[in-house]
């Protein structure tokens, strides 16, 4: 048995066996195959694949293949399905809200990113609304997608009730999500995806899922006392990030897809984990600029260069190689996994079988399952 220290506040211990090493195109091929098998069409399964695949290849594992079951199972349930769910609501000018029709989230939140980048490409400015919609995975994914095409990306997503405001000692607002990705020229892209709560509810949940421990002052039991068991933590609730501040980038996240996207309000929404009867109603705001319309084109991403260099050569702390900005680690790991190899959880890839056999495909299972025993 080994400690590693993860994700902020998160210890695992685990035996080096439990892990599998899979290649990217590997992982990205079953997860797609997974979501056809559910009825998605193949654009849609491609969607999904591409933003559960970033996920684990960028380090974010709690928010890569260990959602296929969970997504599978709400979608052979009829709580979730495809983008031919998805309609316009209303346009004016740069905004455009949109309804999901409780569409998987990646399917959706795809088709929303690509909309506000055309949207930019003519206004300068867009913004996609989205309500009726469901879990999209890492917020990240879709501020970067912005980023690649030479945008500024702004997202965000509200959540079911799972942080204990700042003085409360009970679940009411979601772990709500943002995410900030602004190109950066010859270097990897600024990407900042950060939880309001002190630590991602599914990070919890997989800590609990794998044995692992968590740290301090993240968490609250069901009785709202601290607690550093992740069971306890999610009978219970999470804590907000710097206190009022988490508190109140959550309220404003949820007060905003509300209000532009007619979402459900966090203590409103059905938790994909805890709800099976109901689908979400959940809210996503999806912000693109184009900023070369007022900065110049020349030496704006010249400045932005420098003051990245200006980071790096800031002397840096023991045990830390040098500073970075956000995204650079990430973007790091993934260029590593690409080239190694994903490393994944055994007990996940048992759930994903599991989850083909619950779907009546066995022969999805057995290559599934085929992951554990080509790595031994």
């Known amino acids: 048995m080994h400690l590693e220290q993860t994700e902020r506040g998160i210890v ?3 035996p080096p066996s439990t892990q599998t090493l899979v ?24 969607a999904v694949a591409d933003v559960l695949t970033y996920a684990n290849l960028r380090g974010i594992d709690s928010h890569g293949l260990d959602r296929v079951p969970v997504y599978m199972r709400r979608a052979k349930a009829g709580l979730t399905g495809g983008s031919e769910r998805i309609s316009v609501v209303k346009r004016d000018g740069a905004l ?25 490409r ?29 945008f500024v990306g702004v997202v965000a997503t509200n959540a079911p009730k799972m942080m204990a405001p700042y003085g409360s000692r009970e679940a009411f607002l979601g772990s709500n999500a943002l995410a900030i990705a602004i190109p950066i020229d010859g270097r990897d892209e600024f990407v900042l995806d950060m939880s309001s709560t002190a630590v991602a509810r599914g990070k919890i949940r997989r800590a609990a899922v794998l044995g692992n421990s968590m740290g301090a002052d993240l968490a609250l039991d069901s009785d709202g006392n601290p607690t550093t068991d992740p069971a306890q933590a999610l009978a219970g609730s999470l804590l907000p990030l710097g206190g009022p501040k988490g508190t109140g980038l959550a309220f404003a996240i949820t007060a905003l ?30 912000i693109v600029i184009d900023p070369w319309r007022v900065a ?22 023991p045990g830390f190689d040098t500073v970075r900005y956000a995204g650079e680690g990430a973007a790091q790991r993934a260029r590593e ?30 290559r599934v399952s085929a992951l554990i025993s080509r790595s031994r």
């Open 96 to 120: 455009c809200r949109l309804d999901a029709g409780h569409a998987l989230g990646p399917a959706a939140g795809v088709k929303a990113i690509d909309l506000a980048v055309d949207i930019a």
């Open 296 to 317: 110049d084109a020349k030496e704006a991403p010249l400045r932005l260069g420098r003051l990245a260099d200006r980071l790096h050569a800031l002397s840096a702390q």
């Open 23 to 46: 290649p990217a195109a590997t992982l990205h091929g079953i997860i797609r195959a997974c979501f056809a098998a559910v009825g998605l069409a193949d654009p849609d399964a491609t």
């Open 337 to 366: 996994r690409l080239r190694a190899g994903i490393p994944v959880e055994t007990i996940e890839i048992e759930a994903v079988a599991r989850a083909c056999s619950d779907c009546e495909r066995s022969d999805l299972a057995r």
């Open 12 to 14: 695992t211990v685990r």
């Open 257 to 286: 897809v509300g209000l532009l996207a007619g979402a459900d309000f966090d203590d409103e929404v059905a938790s994909i984990y805890l709800d099976s009867t109901r689908a979400q109603n959940l809210g996503q705001l999806f």
């Open 122 to 150: 003519s206004t300068g400015v867009g913004l996609v609304a989205v309500g009726n919609s469901t879990n999209f995975g890492a917020a990240g994914f879709y501020a970067l997608r912005a980023a690649q095409s030479g």
